[in-house]
């Protein structure tokens, strides 16, 4: 069973960082692809940025440049780093692991930037 647990989320300033954080159970976490979505209000989730089980990243036109997926596999935890964020980046951010033809979601982290 592959669950997922987001952290990080919170209230942050136009301009500002965050880091979330997704740990992931399961006895082969480290050959999951994994990625970022996100939901705001109103609107259809949508991808952010996906890193692959060997580390190959893709983003979202809209976070790219100053956005950074990571993995740390010894861990079981993948990161994203946004720097400059901005009203429009608000969302609540899930997590997701595809593994065995299956995709897994975290519950969800609620970003707010706002001054």
């Known amino acids: 069973q592959v669950q997922l647990v987001e952290s990080g989320g919170g209230l942050v300033q136009p301009g500002g960082s965050l880091r979330l954080s997704c740990a992931a159970s399961?006895?082969?976490?480290?050959?999951?692809?994994m990625g970022w979505y996100r939901q705001a209000p109103g609107k259809q989730r949508e991808l952010v940025a996906t890193i692959t089980s060997d580390g190959s990243t893709n983003y979202a036109d809209s976070v790219k440049g100053r956005s950074t997926i990571s993995r740390d596999n010894a861990k079981n935890t993948m990161y994203l780093h946004l720097n400059s964020l901005k009203p429009e980046d608000t969302a609540v951010y899930f997590c997701?692991?595809?593994?065995?033809?299956?995709?897994?979601w975290g519950r969800g982290t609620q970003v707010t930037v706002s001054s």
């Open positions: 997701n692991a595809y593994y065995q033809f299956t995709d897994y």
């Open positions: 399961g006895s082969f976490a480290s050959f999951y692809d």
